[in-house]
């Protein structure tokens, strides 16, 4: 914001940086959220479009969050890398202009596919007779049903373009970014040039980003298919 401000103007990657923190901000208070829900009143949480508008909501931010990932990846490797084709040369030239339009439309495809959620794949069970221990009385204990088979489809199907996306664009960069490497260590410059050492930086950093992305969206779906306890250590590792 201040770099905004002082150019009087915002950056192409500066706006994507935004959009891609203010959806994991929003992820993060929203899981707060939900885990204050569920221990705090978890008849409420429980009621069919209270469970549904949660998972609509949470599958909507990270749908966001990772399109806004592949964009950011492929900026980066579209300014960064070094390619003759006339395709990959007029794509260098317009994809500034492009960027806002594409935030804008992965945007509008996360809330799409996320709506797909609401139905079909949840199913709130209420069981009265679950007996206290402490007392002679009796408390309700809800269950979740969850139908793995739609979860796994509608879930492949919406990470699937973006996670083939960010796979090419983040091993293109990463070749790219290698092979400028080699060539600036035969010529003069040594290991300890600073541009050397931001290409040596750049290259772990998206293979490190390529890794979590992967872990992450395997964790979303061990999350979302309640296959462990609500209470257990691996529902909260994931």
């Known amino acids: 914001?201040?770099?905004?401000?002082?150019?009087?103007?915002?950056?192409?990657?500066?706006?994507?940086?935004?959009?891609?923190?203010?959806?994991?901000?929003?992820?993060?208070?929203?899981?707060?959220?939900?885990?204050?829900?569920?221990?705090?009143?978890?008849?409420?949480?429980?009621?069919?479009?209270?469970?549904?508008?949660?998972?609509?909501?949470?599958?909507?931010?990270?749908?966001?969050?990772?399109?806004?990932?592949?964009?950011?990846?492929?900026?980066?490797?579209?300014?960064?890398a070094n390619f003759s084709c006339s395709l990959f040369l007029k794509l260098k030239w317009r994809i500034s202009g492009l960027m806002p339009w594409l935030l804008c439309l992965s945007t509008f495809i996360s809330l799409s596919y996320s709506m797909l959620f609401c139905s079909g794949i949840y199913t709130v069970y209420c069981n009265s007779s679950v007996p206290v221990s402490s007392?002679?009385?009796?408390?309700?204990?809800?269950?979740?049903?969850?139908?793995?088979v739609n979860l796994a489809l509608l879930y492949n199907l919406g990470i699937f373009i973006p996670l083939i996306m960010f796979i090419l664009a983040a091993t293109l960069l990463i070749v790219s970014l290698k092979r400028h490497t080699i060539r600036m260590k035969s010529s003069a410059t040594g290991s300890?040039?600073?541009?050397?050492?931001?290409?040596?930086?750049?290259?772990?950093?998206?293979?490190?980003?390529?890794?979590?992305?992967i872990v992450n969206a395997v964790a979303v779906f061990l999350y979302m298919s309640n296959i462990f306890n609500d209470n257990s250590s691996w529902n909260s590792l994931c």
């Not at 009621?47 to 990772?66: G, K, P, T, W």
């Not at 050492?197 to 750049?202: F, I, T």
Request: glycine share 4%; hydrophobic share 45%; with cysteine.
């Open 1 to 80: 914001a201040a770099e905004w401000i002082q150019n009087k103007a915002v950056s192409t990657s500066g706006r994507i940086l935004v959009s891609l923190g203010i959806s994991r901000l929003a992820l993060q208070i929203f899981m707060m959220l939900e885990i204050t829900m569920h221990s705090a009143a978890p008849r409420v949480y429980r009621e069919d479009r209270i469970y549904n508008a949660f998972r609509v909501s949470f599958m909507f931010l990270n749908y966001c969050s990772l399109w806004f990932s592949v964009w950011l990846s492929f900026f980066y490797f579209v300014k960064t």
């Open 135 to 148: 007392s002679n009385s009796t408390k309700k204990k809800f269950f979740t049903k969850t139908n793995v």
């Open 192 to 213: 300890g040039d600073p541009s050397m050492q931001a290409h040596v930086g750049a290259i772990r950093a998206t293979t490190y980003f390529l890794i979590l992305y």
